[in-house]
């Protein structure tokens, strides 16, 4: 995330925005139930990275990557109505690999702590 608290404070404001069209007002039969997990703004708010995540699975995810990527100006202009943003920035939607990352470490951590404990110490 940015470390420019203006940016930051517009990325959690976009971050709650779009969590609520996204359950009233974005109908697409692709979406799954996604969390929106960061907003990332850039610096000259051009730009905003949008950290998407969902627990149904790799597949749904992506298909819910491309149903908002593809709604991006429609969700862009219902979020210019709640902004009072003189530069609305354009929306790219990646998926947040956060959590894969900490399942990952977990397994790693644990088969480490498995290991060192069939080996006695000395």
Not at 30 to 56: C, P, W
Not at 67 to 79: D, I, K, P
């Amino acid at each position: 995330m940015a470390n420019f608290p203006r940016s930051r404070r517009i990325g959690d404001q976009m971050q709650r925005d779009l969590s609520e069209i996204l359950r009233r007002d974005f109908r697409d039969p692709r979406l799954g139930m996604v969390t929106i997990t960061e907003v990332d703004v850039s610096r000259d708010f051009s730009h905003a990275t949008i950290y998407i995540s969902s627990l149904q699975g790799e597949e749904i995810l992506k298909d819910s990557i491309i149903a908002l990527t593809e709604g991006a100006g429609y969700l862009r202009s219902l979020l210019g109505k709640r902004l009072s943003l003189r530069i609305l920035p354009q929306l790219h939607f990646v998926p947040d690999t956060t959590l894969d990352r900490a399942i990952s470490l977990s397994t790693l951590i644990d088969q480490a702590i498995a290991d060192d404990s069939k080996h006695p110490k000395d």
